[in-house]
């Protein structure tokens, strides 16, 4: 099995791309998650205002998932760019 | 384990392009379509101030999912969105739950009817928010917090017609396989029954109320 | 410079041994640190009981201490008893062997230190309830360990069936199922240790609900311990199914990524529901009017952090049983691999995020019933949303396996 330049480059391409996007997958996962406990407790205080704190948790998680998609453009632009 | 991956298929040629329709989905789906009909004909059938079962059931489900539309949209938009929103829930939960009955599968264990699903919420997102904002705010919207991140912004939305339609289909089809490989693992004792009640009814029915809910979120978040 | 097999054979147990030891002390000595600052903490606390609490501790350490003892126990088989059949599948499933086992004493030790660490600070607040604290402690930390054992199964397979008449494939595969097995049982080691803990705490706040603490809390125990059950399946699969008809070279790449997804999206749904159930097993004690609104919600919210683990056992399945084409070339077996690595280490995050947001959702609902609707509701949007970046890894996935 001989491996040929253009080839490595390639492979390494995916298995960058693997690596980004599980990798980067981890923080916004963990963060996003965080952002929901805090609604939920947020919640539990003050059931009040029920609908502006799930509004704030949507936009707060769609703030911390840009980084997950970040890692999703760059795993795309390695599969099939590079 | 055999029967993993085998689908009964249409291929139709269409000037060139060949169109391929998985004819266990279309049937299995048409299945839920008209059982939904005829349970819609006998609970609205002949309404009575005290309900029968039937329409216990139908009336549950619609005030139900009508008063979280209406939590979320407010009373105007609710009227339209509101059944779209119940329809969707029981379409989706009727769909989830026919793999309990032998010879029968779900549709939502194949990708296509989840993406037109999760599509077609997207389309209806975006209308909606292009009717009540006005074109001009809602293009403003992409351009938040710098204009720079237009394209970071627009694959961000499309993104999550691939996470919603994913999500279900991921979660009914890996029911499918762990019910399937269980089965063959253990012949058929004890287990199967079991784990065929937790995921077909239980996970079925949790994940058909989050595809609810986020598309009914989706189109919340493009209101306001 | 050509080694023999038999010199790979030897090689690969002791390699094996030293990972089975190396990793498997990790966990036991985490928990058992636990243990001994709470009951230092306990001591403070009240010296009068200081000769409970100790006698406490040293129960407690001792069995935390069990995963680390199958640890060394399987280490100790590798170095005298390792070898069997000469050929380099045998080298790969000793390996595979340690590393099971090493990986998975890790998770059930940090578990089985946390009931024996809330044990302690318990016996401070309630001096009288030692027999119950024991027995709720005992019971929790053999729960936690099962995680552990199931890894210990997996490892005796690995070292004593003789697996060496099988094609190249196996090694591979052996090597993935050893590693499936043990990443997969870190998480749900940990996780099961939450409400076992919880469960010894509310044993102090509310000693009349002992009982039903220790059945919420196998309850939730058993639940968290379901990805551990899916690693296990596919290290099963991977030992026991026949792949010999598949091209040797993309498919070993796909085997070992296969064993790496599962493995590793177990880790995240194992500590997501660990978390809930631990919730779960507080609110039981803080308010036990609202015992089965709080069961629901948190048996919802354990489902729901499993997902990840879900798309884990899809993305394996997917790649065990895809018919690859016969090829020479170095990408495709790059591409599976990473397939299974991506979605593997996708998972883990999403899955503790869910965990964090059930178990707030959980422990509001037993602080504040009236509101169980909307918190449910706002858990599964939370929840859904943070589960979208593991979606994305399996689009990934996906995408390196049949597009690239």
Redesign the interface.
């Known amino acids: ?1 001989a ?1 040929e330049g253009a ?2 480059i ?3 391409a ?2 960058g ?3 980004a ?21 947020a ?3 003050n ?1 009040e205002e ?2 502006l ?3 704030t ?2 936009v707060g ?2 703030v911390s ?2 980084t ?6 760059v ?2 632009l390695l ?2 760019v590079v | 384990m055999e029967d993993l991956g085998k689908i009964h298929q249409l291929i139709v040629n269409l000037s060139g392009y060949e169109m391929t329709f998985n004819l266990d989905i279309l049937v299995l789906s048409w299945i839920v379509i008209i059982g939904l009909l005829v349970f819609g004909y006998f609970a609205s059938r002949n309404r009575q101030l005290v309900p029968g079962a039937v329409q216990t059931i139908g009336e549950t489900f619609v005030f139900q999912f009508y008063s979280l539309t209406e939590d979320a949209l407010g009373e105007r938009l609710a009227r339209k969105y509101g059944p779209l929103i119940i329809a969707l829930f029981m379409f989706l939960l009727m769909c989830n739950w026919l793999g309990v009955f032998p010879h029968l599968g779900e549709p939502t264990s194949d990708l296509n009817t989840t993406l037109a699903m999760g599509i077609m919420g997207f389309v209806i997102a975006h209308y909606v928010g292009i009717r009540e904002k006005g074109i001009k705010a809602y293009l403003k919207g992409y351009c938040e917090p710098i204009f720079f991140m237009i394209p970071l912004n627009i694959i961000g939305e499309l993104s999550k017609v691939i996470s919603i339609s994913f999500r279900l289909f991921g979660n009914i089809m890996g029911g499918d396989i762990i019910v399937l490989v269980v089965t063959y693992l253990t012949f058929s004792l004890v287990l199967p029954p079991f784990l065929t009640a937790f995921f077909f009814l239980f996970i079925g029915a949790i994940q058909a109320f989050v595809f609810t809910m986020l598309t009914l979120v989706y189109i919340a978040v493009q209101v306001h | 410079m050509s080694i023999e097999i038999e010199a790979w054979v030897k090689l690969a147990a002791f390699a094996g041994a030293g990972f089975s030891m190396g990793l498997g002390a990790i966990g036991a000595a985490v928990g058992e640190g636990y243990a001994a600052a709470k009951a230092n903490a306990a001591i403070s606390e009240k010296p009068d009981s200081s000769g409970d609490i100790v006698k406490m501790m040293l129960v407690g350490q001792a069995i935390a201490e069990t995963a680390a003892i199958f640890a060394l126990v399987i280490a100790v088989l590798l170095l005298f008893a390792g070898g069997g059949a000469v050929s380099i599948i045998t080298a790969s499933a000793l390996m595979g062997a340690g590393l099971s086992m090493g990986l998975g004493a890790i998770g059930s030790g940090v578990g089985a230190g946390l009931p024996a660490g809330q044990a302690c600070a318990g016996l401070a607040r309630q001096p009288e309830l030692s027999r119950n604290f024991t027995t709720t402690m005992l019971i929790g930390a053999a729960v936690s360990q099962t995680p552990a054992i199931f890894a210990m199964v997996i490892a005796f397979m690995l070292m004593f069936i003789n697996f060496a008449g099988g094609s190249l494939h196996m090694v591979a595969a052996l090597f993935g199922a050893g590693l499936c097995m043990g990443f997969g049982a870190i998480g749900s080691g940990v996780g099961s240790g939450f409400p076992a803990g919880e469960a010894c705490a509310g044993l102090a706040r509310q000693p009349a609900m002992g009982g039903q603490l220790t059945t919420n809390m196998l309850i939730g125990a058993a639940v968290s311990q379901t990805p551990a059950i899916f690693a296990m399946v596919v290290a099963f699969m991977l030992m026991f199914m026949n792949f010999s008809n598949l091209p040797l070279h993309p498919a070993s790449a796909a085997l070992l990524g296969a064993g790496l997804a599962t493995g590793l999206a177990a880790i995240g749904s194992g500590v997501g529901s660990g978390l809930a159930a631990g919730a779960g097993c507080e609110g039981w004690a803080r308010n036990p009017l609202t015992t089965g609104n709080v069961l629901v919600i948190m048996l919802v919210g354990q489902a729901v952090s499993q997902t990840p683990s879900i798309f884990g056992l899809l993305i394996s399945f997917v790649l065990m049983f895809k018919s690859y084409p016969a090829t020479e070339v170095f990408l495709a077996s790059t591409a599976v691999l990473s397939a299974g690595l991506c979605m593997g280490l996708g998972g883990i995050g999403s899955g503790v995020g869910n965990g964090m947001t059930a178990q707030s959702a959980v422990s509001w609902v037993a602080r504040n019933v009236e509101q169980e609707g909307v918190l449910m509701r706002t858990m599964l949007v939370g929840q859904a949303v943070s589960q979208s970046t593991a979606i994305y890894a399996m689009v990934i996935a996906l995408a390196l396996i049949f597009l690239v």
Do not use: D
């Open positions: 099995m491996i080839e490595l390639k492979a390494a995916f298995l791309a693997g690596l996007m599980g990798l980067g997958a981890i923080g916004p996962g963990v963060g996003e998650g965080m952002v929901g406990a805090k609604a939920c407790e919640i539990g205080k059931p029920a609908g704190l799930t509004r948790m949507l998680q769609a998932e840009s997950g998609i970040y890692s999703l453009v795993a795309l599969l099939f």
